[in-house]
Structure formats: C-alpha cells, structure tokens
C-alpha cells in the first residue's frame, strides 16, 4: 500500500517563504513522477508542479521563479520551496506521486493535503 504524508504548511505574510515536503512509502513500490497540486476554495485542482526520477521538472506559470521542486530518491521524498508567496497560492497543497510495482500498471496517488494559508 503507498502512502504519502505531507509536511511543512503554515500560515505566512505575502512575500514570506514556505517548503513542503513529501514522504512516499511502500513497500516493493517505485515511485516516477512526484509533485504537488492545490486546490483553492471553490476552484478546481491544479498541478503545481512535478518532477521526474530523473529531475526533469515543469511548473504552473503562476509560481514559475518562485517555487522550486526538488526529489531525493534514496528517501522517496520531494520537496516545494515556495518564495514570494502570494495572496492567491493560498490553498491545500497535496502530495502526488506515480507508483507501480511488480504486478500493476503505474497509478496516481495522493496524500491527505496541508494547508497554505497567505496573508495580504
């Protein structure tokens, strides 16, 4: 069974700096693509960024230059460096992860979310 839990939410001013971070277990599972998607109230999820094993990453325009994501794969850990938060970044922040092992195709998983939480 995967699990993922999540760490690192807050409260902080506009232009303060957070970092989440991310702890994906299983056991016999490979965990690909790691990232972080939010969900502000009353809007959709969306994909805040992610990155690969191999540390390709991509990002939302909204948080290009100030957030970075970084992995540690020996710990199966990932890691959102948030700078210059804004009002709007206020949100749940969730972990997800792609996983498969030995016997399934690769599947989305999800941790239970952490609160952001920015003040103008």
């Known amino acids: 069974q995967v699990r993922l839990v999540e760490s690192g939410g807050g409260s902080v001013q506009s232009g303060g700096s957070l970092t989440l971070s991310c702890a994906a277990s299983?056991?016999?599972?490979?965990?690909?693509?790691m990232g972080w998607l939010r969900q502000a109230p009353g809007k959709q999820r969306e994909l805040v960024a992610s990155?690969?094993?191999?540390?390709?990453?991509t990002y939302d325009d909204s948080v290009k230059g100030r957030f970075t994501i970084t992995r540690d794969n020996s710990k199966n850990t990932v890691n959102l460096q948030m700078n210059n938060l804004k009002f709007e970044d206020t949100a749940v922040y969730y972990c997800?992860?792609?996983?498969?092992?030995?016997?399934?195709?690769?599947?989305?998983?999800w941790g239970q979310g952490t609160q952001v939480t920015v003040s103008s």
């Open positions: 997800t992860a792609k996983a498969y092992t030995w016997n399934t195709n690769e599947f989305d998983s």
């Open positions: 299983g056991d016999g599972y490979t965990f690909t693509t």
């Open positions: 990155i690969t094993k191999d540390e390709r990453t």
